[in-house]
C-alpha cells in the first residue's frame, strides 16, 4: 500500500491517468475521460465507464453518466437509477441529491425520505443537517422537521456542540436545540476548538468561551484557532503565540 496527500492508495498506478485513495476498500481511476475503481491490489473491480465518480461511502457510489446521477453499489449492480442533477455521499444513511434547483434527500432504496424544498445540499451528522431553504439557513432532523427554524443568514457546521450563525449580518451562535447561546454581536467568528472561539468586533480580534465570556480581550490585529493551547495572533505587526488566558508565549 501506498499513501498520497495523507491517504492510503493503491501501490499501482499502471496505465491509469488518476488514482484516488482508498475509500472502502475501492478507489477511483481515471483513463481516457472515463471512470471506475480498482481494489487495494490494484484489480480493477469497476469497469471505466462513467463520466465521474465519487467515492464509496455506506457501500454506495455516486455515479455519472449521460448527463444524470446514480448509484451503484460494488459489484457495479445499479442501486438508485440516473436521474439526479447532482448528488452527495451516503451518511447515517441518507444521501442529499438535486434534480433541477432543488434538493433532497433519500434513502439507500432510493425512496424520497425528505422533498425537495433545499436551496442546498448537506450531511447528517447525528441525526441532523444544515440546510437553506428561501434564502435562510436552518438546521433538520431525518425526518424534515426544523429544529433550528430557517431564519438566519448562515448557519456554520456545528464544531464542539455549537454552530456559529449569521442575523442581521452579525455572527453569533446556537446549539443543536436552536438555543441562541451567545448573541449576534460579532463581526465575523471561527468556530470553536479547544473550547474557544476567535471573535472579530470592529477590525480588532479576541477570544470567547461557550458561555460567551470574552477570555482573552478582543484587542489583536488578527487572530486564529487555538491548537495544543496555543493561538497565533497578530498585534502592531507582530507575530507571536498566547496562551488561553492571553499571556504571551516565549
Known sequence: MGQAW???????????DEIGCLSEGLAVVAKNDKFGFIDKNGQLVIALQYDTVSDFHEGLAGVYQNGKWGFIDKTEKIIIPFKYDYVLDFKEGLVSVKKGDKWGFINKQGKTIIP????????????????????????????GKAIIPFKYGYLEKFSEGLAGFIQNGKWGFIDSFGNIVVPAQYDYAYPFNENMAGVEMD?????????????????????HYFSQDKAEVKLNGETFYIDQQGNRLP
Open 6 to 16: 495523507g491517504c492510503e492508495v493503491p501501490e499501482i498506478y499502471d496505465n491509469y
Open 116 to 143: 425537495f424544498v433545499y436551496d442546498t445540499g448537506g450531511k447528517f451528522v447525528n441525526g441532523l443537517v444544515r440546510v437553506e431553504k428561501n434564502g435562510k439557513w436552518g438546521l433538520i432532523d431525518k425526518t
Open 203 to 223: 477590525g480588532k480580534w479576541g477570544f470567547i468561551d461557550k458561555t460567551g465570556n470574552i477570555i482573552v480581550p478582543i484587542l489583536y490585529d488578527n487572530a
